[in-house]
Each structure stands twice: as C-alpha cells, then as structure tokens.
C-alpha cells in the first residue's frame, strides 16, 4: 500500500489560479500542498519557454518555496478512491495524498473543431504549437498559418513571429462586428490596453476576420490549407497550421469527485466553493476568463479553504470584474454554426479510435456512439472528441471513471480503498 | 544541467537545446509523425500539453509516452511508431 501524505489544503494544477490559491491557502502553520502533471510549474499561460521561467512564477515558486510549500510536478491526479483521498501518479507510481480542503485549478484545454485534414502531422492547437516551440521546437523560416478563434490567436502569431516563424495566414472565424465590440468593451480594462496594442501592431494587419479554415492537406504531413474568406476560398502553401477555437474546462477531476456542473462548468458559490463542502474550484474550470480571473479566483478560494472568508470576501469585486470580461469573451468568440458543416463522411471525428463522421451518423447520444464505434473511448478518454462531438451532435459528454489518465497496470493492483 | 544534450530518435542522433520536449525534438528532427493511428494513419502533437495523446512515442523502451510531457535527457533513446 502506498503511504499517505496529509494536507490540511491540497491545490491541484500550479497554473495562475493554483500558484495564487497555494499562497493565499498558507496561514503561517498550515500544511498546504501543490501538484501538477505538467514538468514545471506555470499551467499553459506561463509555461517556460525555452527553457526560461515566467518571471511571475519564478517570483511565486520561490515565495512558495520559502514558507515550505514545494510545487510537486509531474503528479497526475488519477483517482479519488475515498473521501479526501487523491491518488496520484508519477513516472514513479502512484502515492496517496489525504487532505481537509481541495482547491481545484485543473484549467482548460483548446476546443478542437474537425474538419478535413485536421489529424494531418503538423495540424495542432494554436496553443498546442506555441507550447511546442516553447519546449524547444524550431519555427524558423516555417511558413504557419493561425487559425480558429480568440484572443490567443493574435498573441501565438505574434510569439511564432518573435521566434523566426513565417505566419503566413491569421483566420478569426468571429465576425468583425464582434470583435470591434470587443476592442471597445477592452477600454474598461486598463491593464490589457498596452497587451492589446502591442499585439495589435505586431500582427493585427494580418488578421482575416468572418475567415476560418475549412481543409488542410498533404502527403505525410501538413502541405497547404484552404481557408474560406469573406473574399473567396483561397489555397495557402504551409507547414504548420495551428487550428483551435477557444477552450473547454477540465473538469474530469471535479465531476470525478461529484461536483455539481452547468455546460460543463463547474458551479461554485461566492467563496469558490463547489457543492461538494470541502472542494473548492478556481479558474478556467468554473469558467474561461484568463489570467486575471484565475488569479483572483484562485486567491479567494485559497483564503476561504484556509478558513479567511472575511479576506476572501474582499476580493469578489475584482472578481465580478473579470466575471464581465469573461463574459464578453464567450460571446465575442463563440464558434458559428457553419464550423459544423466542414465534417465530411470520411472526415475523422475521434482520433484516437479512428471514427469517422459517417459511423456517427445513426448514435443519437454520445453514449450509443461509444457503444457502437468507440468513440471516445481512446486513451485522451474523449477529452478531444468530447467537445467536439458536443459541438457537433449535441451530445453530452458522458460520465467520468478512474484512472483519469491512463496509467501502468501495475498502479491499479493497489487500488482498494484506503481507511489509513 | 548541460546546455545542450544529445537523443537518438530511431536512427537519427540530434543535439537539442536543454529543457526540449521530446516531442519538439521528434520534429526538430524533421519528422512530423510520432506515431500510426488504429488504422495506420501518421499521427504528431495535436495538444502540446499531455490531453491527447497522439505524441505517443516510446521513450528508452516505455512504450506510449506522451512526447510532449517528457523533457530530453541526454543518451535518451526514441523511438516513433513503436
């Protein structure tokens, strides 16, 4: 039996909501704890780029660091075989971690649309690439085109640029009236202006709105994309396209636990509590709103598992600020419904088990569609074809069991619930 | 830590710069593809960030490890399609 670690908070996910409740959980004598499956700390946002931590986190780790909380990564959380027990697993094997509190930053992952062309090598999230070159991959001289929607698209175009990457397409699917709208609502957010302005002067003459790609093709691997414009369809020579629409939460860890959700969402009271007592939840998972709704959420949550709720309740303001902004977001970006139309019979829907379009055709729910085809039901356990099949079909997203990654057989011969 | 570090990636031996995922490394390396898919199409990094799982390479002879979540070690030897 694995021994069991105790914490009186335990965060999940080091990302901005996790590092900011981490710190704000500690009170000077509690035990606070801090895992994370990626190899650094960060999330997706500051993830280190070659090589170099963001400043930010550095500054947060090391602040961590000296009260004692160290940033445990590479720990997946894959199971909650009892009430306030985790199991995590390692490249080493899994380990139990018992807590009082739970704070959730599990964060988000991009939506991914199918289309033709899109399991093509070198077809990738946009901020799939970017965390790609940012782990060390090459751009240079690469000709990419920068695709799907949201505000992510213009910062990845002007970070491949920064790094010798040639993009050579910018397609936002949101219509131009939208997203003047929401250059207007940035106004009342100071802090994004000089972000919004660099990125608008870096790459904001490239931007195609009302344009988004509708086939990418090649040989072995990403050659060229056609993309459909407010002018015409007109035919791109790449080698990378980075496609993705926006972000959906990861959640799998809080419906695991039995947290009440909405659309995916998960819910949470004033003080980011879930409806499970002892869970809280900040960040992306309770609803896409960006770094500084992460942080804020995440510092509330931290102040009010550590039993601070005067605190916490200072900080909401802040928060109902960004609530706005994440607001404005989801319907500025929000897919269009011809993004459906761009799936073809032969047009691969779940990756992982191969499916096609077609073989989806007769499912009316997910969960047939699993039963008949597999769909969803690969090792990514539909993270990818989830959203996907949800945009598409309908479909709601089906229940969720441990492991919540696949893990190495032998971490499941010492599963039994533990009473230790 | 060395700066830089040395992997071999079926036949290939490339230096990449430390800190490089595996999978950054399989494509600096000139390959697209980490893997074939059940029916035997060539799959690479979809995600970037460990949800996928199309990277999945074998890594000194763990079979489907997620390439993009496994910083290089200097000796390591990948292999695609494994």
Known sequence: MPEVE????????????????????????????????????????????????????????????????TVQCGLSAVDAPDP????????????????????????????????????LPNAMGV????ALVKSG?????????????????????????????????LFEQAPMA???????????YPS?????????????????????VVEAGGRSRVEWVKARTPKGEEQIECEYLACAYGFVPSNELAVLLGCATRNGFVTV???????????????????????DLSTTEGRIAGLAASGREDQARSVLGRRERWRQFAANLDTTFAPRPELKDLVTPETIVCRCEDVTAARLSSPDCGRAAKLHTRCGMGPCQGRICGPATKFLYGWDQGSVRPPLYPVPIAALADSEPTNG | MPDK???????????????????????????????RSVIGEARGPLCGMGICYECRASVDGVVHVRSCMVPCADGMVIETDA
């Open chain 1, 178 to 188: 939208s997203l003047k709208q929401f250059g207007l609502s940035m106004l009342g």
């Open chain 2, 5 to 35: 570090i040395t992997v071999k990636i079926d036949d290939t031996t490339i230096v990449v710069l430390a800190g490089t995922s595996v999978a950054a490394a399989i494509l600096n390396s000139g390959r697209a593809k980490a893997r």
């Open chain 1, 269 to 291: 009271d004033d003080l980011q509590q879930t409806s499970i007592a002892n869970v809280y939840c900040a960040g992306e998972p309770t609803g896409i709103g960006g770094v």
């Open chain 1, 137 to 169: 991959l090459d751009v240079a001289g690469r000709r990419i085109v920068v695709a799907g929607s949201g505000p992510l698209l213009l910062a990845v175009a002007d970070y491949l640029k920064k790094h010798d990457g040639l993009v050579v397409g």
């Open chain 1, 127 to 130: 901020g799939g690439l970017q």
């Open chain 1, 6 to 69: 105790k914490y009186d908070v335990l965060v999940v996910g080091a990302g901005p909501a996790g590092l900011s409740a981490a710190f704000n959980a500690f009170t000077g004598s509690n035990r606070v704890g801090l895992i994370d499956d990626n190899p650094a700390a960060g999330g997706q946002i500051y993830r280190p780029s070659q090589g170099k931590t963001h400043p930010w986190v550095g500054m947060s780790v090391a602040l961590l660091d000296k009260v004692g909380i």
């Open chain 1, 84 to 119: 306030g027990i985790l199991a995590v697993q390692s490249f080493n094997g899994k380990r139990l971690l018992r807590y009082e509190k739970l704070i959730l930053c599990t964060g988000a992952r991009e939506l991914f649309l199918p289309f033709p062309g899109w399991t």
């Open chain 1, 192 to 212: 994004k202006w000089m972000q919004g302005l660099a990125l608008g002067a870096s790459v904001g003459r490239m931007l195609r709105a009302d344009s988004w």
